[in-house]
């Protein structure tokens, strides 16, 4: 039990097109998930938590009109990437809360922009 | 804000001695604390979660301990294996929001 998806894994895309990442919890409902990037040997940031029904909220420094996040329903959050740029490459992972609060992770989507 | 802080940031290890992984945190007022494993390229595996009001949780090889007043836990991996050989990172909860240690690196040698 406890499974979160990402979709897709992998991105590859030119310079100011966007990017949408899926975020499932396929077998719990979610009404809280969040949102997460990674560079290369360093550990995971918070960019934002997406509440089921309402806005998201984001960590400072986060631009909310670049990344773009939605959570139409207790199992999908999506996070849209706007006109991204090479420095938005990245390793992007969502999380969902499961009852006693335990974050479950998703595999991770790895986005490049060329 | 939650500082969580784990050292060392790598380990290499031989097949079969214990490992000790410690983390540490800045607010005691921590709702819980997560145990994850990191294989390179890959999502977070969860291992080990400890609640506030816990000392301590065990699964198969894994034991970790939380000490709220010292602001610490430490994870303990009993005789590792080269399979082992992964990122640890651990996460402290405050206001639902998970903050991260950079994590230590581990290689088991075969």
């Known amino acids: 039990g406890a499974v979160v998806s990402q979709h897709p894994s992998r991105v590859i895309c030119k310079s100011g097109t966007s990017v949408k990442i899926e975020c499932r919890s396929l077998d719990f409902q979610a009404t809280t998930m969040f949102w997460y990037r990674q560079f290369p040997k360093q550990s995971l940031m918070l960019m934002a938590t997406?509440?089921?029904?309402?806005?998201?909220?984001?960590e400072q420094g986060v631009e909310k009109d670049k990344f773009l996040i939605n959570h139409a329903s207790l199992t999908l959050s999506t996070l849209t990437v706007t006109s991204a740029h090479p420095e938005d490459s990245s390793f992007y992972i969502c999380?969902?809360?499961?009852?006693?609060?335990?974050?479950?992770f998703g595999p991770g989507t790895r986005l490049t922009v060329l | 804000k939650q500082e969580v802080t784990q050292i060392p940031a790598a380990l290499s290890v031989p097949e079969g001695e214990n490992l000790v992984l410690n983390c540490s945190f800045t607010?005691?007022?921590?709702?819980?604390l997560q145990w994850f494993r990191q294989d390179p390229g890959k999502g977070l595996t969860s291992l080990l979660l400890i609640q506030s009001s816990q000392r301590e949780q065990t699964s198969g090889r894994l034991n970790a301990s939380l000490d709220k007043s010292s602001g610490r836990s430490t994870l303990y991996i009993a005789a590792s294996q080269p399979g082992d050989s992964a990122t640890y990172l651990c996460a402290g909860t405050n206001d639902y929001k998970l903050s991260f240690g950079a994590g230590t690196t581990v290689t088991v040698r075969a």
């Open positions: 607010d005691s007022a921590i709702y819980n």
């Open positions: 999380s969902a809360n499961g009852q006693t609060n335990e974050q479950f």
């Open positions: 997406s509440n089921e029904g309402s806005k998201a909220t984001y």
